[in-house]
Nanobody, 116 residues
Framework: QVQLVESGGGLVQPGGSLRLSCAAS????????MGWYRQAPGKERELVAA???????NYADSVKGRFTIAGDIAKNTVYLQMDSLKPEDTAVYYC??????????WGQGTQVTVSS
């Protein structure tokens, strides 16, 4: 049974920073992609950032220059450094790992709230 465990969410003031972490437990094949998604109330889940097993990265336009994704393929862990946070970044953040056989694994989600 594979589980992705996320941590690092919370309440932060606008302009602040948070670092999200996600680690896989259980047997999982080598990761192909690792990424972070978010879902705000009343909105669809959207891709925030992703990293491939060779290190290529992809970011949503809304977070470019503010968020940084990093990952350790061998350990099936992925991180999201979020700087200069804005109220519109408020959402539940989910990590996802796609293995080399294109099986997707999702975390349970962690709440990020940006508010003064």
């Amino acid at each position: 049974q594979v589980q992705l465990v996320e941590s690092g969410g919370g309440l932060v003031q606008p302009g602040g920073s948070l670092r999200l972490s996600c680690a896989a437990s259980g047997s999982i094949f080598t990761s192909r992609y690792m990424g972070w998604y978010r879902q705000a109330p009343g909105k669809e889940r959207e891709l925030v950032a992703a990293i491939g097993r060779l290190g290529s990265t992809n970011y949503a336009d809304s977070v470019k220059g503010r968020f940084t994704i990093a990952g350790d393929i061998a350990k099936n862990t992925v991180y999201l450094q979020m700087d200069s946070l804005k109220p519109e970044d408020t959402a539940v953040y989910y990590c996802k790992i796609t293995d080399i056989y294109f099986h997707d694994y999702w975390g349970q989600g962690t709440q990020v709230t940006v508010s003064s």
